[in-house]
């Protein structure tokens, strides 16, 4: 089976190499690209049409906000929301999700959240495969 191809979009530098590193210790998954912000996000996505996205919510030009609104006029394109504000019940979760965001995963401790891959790896990792039914044991 071919690897699930996975595009980061965060305007962290370091954000993106953590999260990169989570995804890759995966063996079923992998990073085909980054982006800084939604609007070179969204040129990802029609280049290297990923299978699922990892989304970070506050970033400038673009946010990721205004990245699922433009989204979801291109297709159905599975999304995670990985953001410091990103806690359950926020207002930027509920839209994430309302925006068609299949999970919302808080960043623990705020934007340059250098403990993720500690505190949120596997959670990561975790949605990740049921939102790609990757685990045929757990329903997608």
């Known amino acids: 089976m071919s690897k699930k191809r996975i595009l980061v979009v965060d305007d962290s530098f370091i954000m993106r190499t953590i999260i990169k590193d989570i995804v890759d210790s995966d063996e079923d998954l992998e990073v085909v690209g980054f982006a800084e912000n939604g ?50 019940g926020s207002p930027q979760a509920l839209e994430s999700r309302r925006l068609g965001a299949i999970d919302v995963i808080a960043k623990p401790s705020g934007a340059m959240s250098l403990d993720l891959q500690a505190k949120k790896g596997h959670e990561i990792v975790q949605a990740l495969r049921r939102a790609l039914a990757l685990d045929a044991s757990e329903p997608a």
């Open 39 to 88: 609007k070179v996000g969204l040129q990802r996505v029609r280049e290297l049409k990923p299978d699922a996205i990892l989304l970070d919510l506050e970033m400038p030009e673009m946010s990721g906000i205004d990245m699922l609104k433009r989204l979801a006029l291109i297709g159905k394109t599975i999304v995670i929301v990985v953001s410091s504000v990103g806690q359950t």
